[in-house]
């Protein structure tokens, strides 16, 4: 037997287990399953999100974006916006995906009072505490952004902090995700409890009939045809951004898809090391795909040929991605890996705090005369450095890493690459 065949006989076996419902006395022998791969694409999608606002920054799709217009860099490469745009078509069905497999996971191991108990910790707290604390530091940024190539670039901040009006925009930001996720959790608990009470029989050919759709070499087409059919209702064929306090049910309903999806994956777990397979072809095909969506994205409305272009790559551009990233995951990082444990931990904090850095850079870089790009290298670079300081010496070993990551853990101590938090 090949390195490569033992390796997925071995991520296989211990993903079965995972389907046999382990109890709290197996998980305290170390039998509970670790899944690494699927972590480290969590973690990914969450850290892609910070080069997807870092480079925002510097175009404006469609004439709308977050910042004023007069941070538009004429220097701007072409290449960044259409790295961007693909980020857009994949990133968060993927990470939507990964959280429901880790909800079902968490409500295998604890029950619904114990998802229930986590996600409010977890996502919740951290929602109200991120929104109150750093939306009017965004709103201050966009405002500085805006006026920093004036004489008095602060004054506009100082206007809007003295009229004390700091949520008159009620939008959520970049924290509309796990708005979401709470609205999504609480919709698994409700449909869990109703499917416990349909018929076994029913239940089993269901879980049949998906389980057949995983195995199956054409299940990226098998679920992009009813995406393409949801992606067709949308404005422009794709999954629309919004950052409102009341969802646009479309766009929430189609996220839902996708946390439903990985809720479901994580019953067929066993079938995950089936994805390495045609894993580099299926990234391969969705770059190829790629250009084909973006010559007809925005070119015509609803019911053009354009428009059904659109929604038919964008939707085999996601399921490609899907499976061919978690694929690549499975293949080649389901071990335990101390720095991608690390950054795994440390995405959380970082995506929640970086996207005020994120403009005030941008508005203090907006003076420099530089490529587009470049300003995004330097704005990362400057961002990630601060993130990553602050959460080793003051999230990481506080409270603050215990109500993100389930731990506290020393800062100069080693981390431990076999603990898993769901």
Known sequence: MSATAESAHRVAHRLHTATIGLDTRQESRGESPRFYSLDAVRSGMMLLGIFYHASSVYYFLFGQSLVTRSLRNAQTSVMLIYIDRALHIFRMPIFFVMAGFFGALLYTRRGPGGVIANRARRVLVPLAVAWLLLAPAIKGGILFA?????????????????????????????????YD??????????????????????????????????????????????????LEAMPRGDISRDLAFVPDARVLFIYSMFFAFGWLLYGSADLL??????????????????????????????????????????????????????GLAVRYLDRPTPMIRYLSDASYWLYLVHYPLVIWIAGALSRVEMAGA????????????????SYH???????????????????????DPHWQSA
């Open 146 to 178: 805006a006026a920093a190539r004036s004489a008095e670039p602060f004054a506009r901040v100082l206007d809007y902090l003295a009229a004390m009006r700091l949520y008159d925009d009620r939008t959520l930001y970049h924290l509309w995700f796990l």
């Open 181 to 230: 996720l709470l609205i999504f959790y609480t919709g698994a608990l409700v449909v869990t409890w109703v499917s416990r009470r349909i018929d076994a029989r029913f239940r089993r050919r269901a879980n049949g009939a998906f389980r057949r759709i995983l195995q199956s070499t054409w299940r990226p087409v098998l679920l992009g045809l009813p995406t393409i059919m949801i």
């Open 273 to 326: 090391p089936s994805f390495a397979r045609h894993a580099p072809r299926q990234v391969a095909l969705a770059a190829l795909l790629f250009p084909v969506f973006l010559a007809a994205y925005g070119k015509g409305p609803r019911g053009s040929l354009a428009h059904l272009v659109t929604s038919s790559t964008d939707a085999m551009i996601t399921w490609l991605c899907l499976f061919g990233l978690v």
């Open 374 to 389: 470049l300003k995004v290298l330097v704005n990362l670079a400057i961002t990630v450095s601060i993130l990553l300081i």
């Open 393 to 415: 010496y003051w999230v990481r070993p506080t409270f603050i890493g215990e109500w993100l990551n389930g731990r506290r853990a020393a800062a100069r101590r080693p981390l």
